[in-house]
């Protein structure tokens, strides 16, 4: 049977030295299966993901399919996907077990595997905005067009016999009703609805990463490794990292509560499975470190497969990677993938491998962004799709999470509800300032106990190092008055950060305090600034503030979360008071300047600003003034 296969039906043909060698339609199919199965296994979806791995080229068991091969492996000029393989799969399965007759659970089993099996070269709407059925689109194509019947029997000829594939279904349809389970004690049925989109897109990773994978195994003629995290690298890195951290010196209060957030980090990541927690710690506590530490002793408690750091602000992601990569002490097995990130490889074949680690995100521990997040969950492309595998089982850090956009809120809720309680995932959610994510319509199932680390009012008591002024006038300043005040709160500290809500405002008020401050160091921070020309201005501030250079920085909000600088004084352009309190972050953040700092809090004439595209930023301005 392989043989006639092997002869008659090829799902690819490589050359080499001018000899055809050919891969089987059952092969492939079979290859494909074991890899989605296998990826899938720790969410219970073994067989689900096997039998669509199974079906998805079906359609390749035809004349047709065949001669379009030949043609394209003997050099002429073929179209690719001129030939339809991807139908075949998804009229069996509904013709199948899909019928009036057939049980409701049935019916959403056979739709998630057709789905699987019809969208591996790209999704198909189940449901289109006219309210047509991709389903049925495919069920009434003209069989005769793509040689339906006989890719069918060939299939269940040379590949797969119905027994198999019913005892499959069986067993797929098992495991349905298991998610069924998990999905239902999440509530809402809103939620549930979106979230059963998300059990079908998974088992759609599963078979895109798989064939994939086999196809290129076969067309290179070599097996490709995965570097996957295990217990054993884990249990490495979180021993590095913790002999590392005893070198730290817990000579200051400040430096003694950083150590014991530290340790309370690593012991709870030996304790949490999975669910979502957070790590709500004072701004300068360490929360980068911390949450390594949390991360990789959850990684090697409950052999997850990947470390996933997702930071919302460009400024924190160059600084924070730096630091991830400085204490894992290994790049290779890191992963960014992020807008701002220049891969500098030497050679084509490390181009192609860092090319498929950001289709796969098949790295122990990768950094990157909610844009390339959501991308992941929610884009349609393909190769989007196929890094969602990687989400599952894995521990994932969301750094900043205040900065996270209100209108994508139930999205992102729901989302990091089915990766946690269905997929296995342990969330954290990282912040000085957490949001109230667990009481809006669509809430996140925060676990039980929710914190980390719990809150310790003794320690936290040591952070407060700024004292905040109200500054703001009933009609505010203009900027002429915002730099008379920025100078005049200048004039008896060595460094002041002056924090505005615009791009605009920013570059107008840096000239004004430049033009007025000569023979000072005055610096401009902005997301407008490519990342070479924001990370040198970043390291020439932190040498004036090392080197006691009177220096003042005129920034956007990027400087407000997570940046590792520490001016004498802050003045902050009225926002929400998360806003001030992360601004207060960027004050006197180890102590250094002795005594409690000041920061201020200003607000500007109407006109100044233009907050008419930064709605959030507009009404976090109102709240705060109530």
Request: some cysteine.
């Amino acid at each position: 049977m392989q043989q006639e296969d092997l002869c008659q039906y090829p799902a690819h043909i490589r050359v080499e030295e001018k000899e055809k060698v050919v891969q089987s339609v059952s092969e492939h199919c079979r290859n494909v299966a074991e890899y989605a199965s296998y990826s899938m296994s720790s969410l219970g979806l073994k067989s689900t993901a096997y039998l669509a791995g199974l079906l998805h080229d079906m359609g390749k068991y035809t004349s047709l399919y065949k001669e379009y091969l030949d043609r394209a492996s003997s050099g002429e000029k073929v179209i690719r996907g001129s030939v339809n393989h991807t139908f075949s799969g998804v009229i069996y399965l509904l013709e199948r077990y899909h019928g009036k007759d057939k049980s409701t659970i049935s019916r959403l089993t056979c739709e998630i595997l057709a789905f699987a099996v019809g969208s591996h070269h790209g999704e198909f709407d189940c449901v289109d905005i006219n309210g047509m059925s991709g389903f049925e689109y495919r069920r009434m194509k003209d069989r005769h067009e793509i040689l339906y019947w006989d890719a069918r029997n060939n299939f269940i000829s040379l590949c797969a016999q119905e027994d198999e594939i019913d005892r499959l279904f069986a067993d797929s349809l098992k495991e349905i009703e298991s998610i069924l389970r998990k999905v239902r004690a999440l509530g809402k049925k809103r939620m549930a609805t979106y979230i059963l989109g998300l059990v079908a897109r998974m088992v759609l990773s599963s078979v895109i990463d798989a064939d994939r994978r086999d196809t290129a195994e076969f067309m290179m003629n070599r097996r490709l490794s995965s570097t996957a995290g295990d217990c054993s690298l884990w249990s490495g890195l979180s021993e590095s990292l913790t002999i590392n951290m005893a070198n730290f010196q817990a000579d200051t209060p400040i430096n003694k509560a950083r150590a014991y957030f530290s340790d309370a980090c690593y012991q709870s990541g030996k304790h949490h499975e999975g669910g979502i927690y957070r790590l709500t710690l004072p701004t300068g506590a360490g929360k980068t470190l911390s949450s390594l530490r949390y991360a990789l002793s959850n990684a090697e408690s409950f052999n997850k497969k990947h470390v996933i750091f997702v930071l919302p602000l460009l400024s924190v992601l160059e600084q924070n990677s730096s630091v991830i990569r400085k204490y894992v002490g290994n790049d290779s097995i890191i992963l960014e993938h992020h807008s701002n990130f220049v891969n500098d490889v030497s050679t084509e074949d490390a181009l192609d491998e860092y090319e498929l680690l950001m289709d796969t995100w098949d790295s122990p521990i990768i950094i990157t962004t909610p844009v390339q997040l959501l991308n992941t969950l929610c884009s349609g492309k393909t190769s989007s799709i196929r890094r969602m595998k990687a989400l599952a089982n894995s521990v994932i850090v969301i750094d900043e999470v205040q900065s996270l956009p209100k209108k994508t809120l139930y999205m992102f809720n729901a989302s990091l509800n089915y990766l946690a309680y269905v997929c296995g995932a342990t969330i954290v959610l990282s912040s000085a300032t957490q949001p109230v994510f667990d009481t809006v319509e669509i809430p996140l199932k925060i676990s039980e106990p929710s914190d980390i680390v719990p809150f310790d009012e003794m320690r936290n008591a040591i952070f407060k190092r700024t004292v905040v002024h109200d500054a703001t006038t009933k009609y505010g300043m203009s900027l002429e008055e915002l730099e008379e005040f920025s100078s005049d709160k200048f004039s008896d500290v060595q460094s002041m950060l002056i924090i505005c809500n615009t791009k605009s405002t920013a570059i107008k008020l840096f000239d004004r305090v430049r033009q007025r401050n000569r023979g000072v160091e005055v610096f401009h921070l902005s997301a407008s600034m490519c990342m070479k020309h924001r990370t040198d201005t970043v390291e020439r501030i932190k040498r004036c503030l090392v080197d006691k250079v009177k220096m003042i920085c005129v920034s956007t909000q990027l400087v407000e979360a997570g940046v590792d600088l520490s001016f004498q004084r802050v003045i902050r352009v009225l926002a929400g008071m998360d806003n001030v309190a992360q601004s207060a972050g960027r004050c006197n953040r180890s102590g250094d300047y002795g005594a409690l700092c000041d920061v201020f809090l200003v607000n500007l004439k109407e006109g100044e600003e233009n907050l008419k595209m930064l709605k959030e930023i507009y009404a976090s301005q109102r709240s705060t003034q109530d």
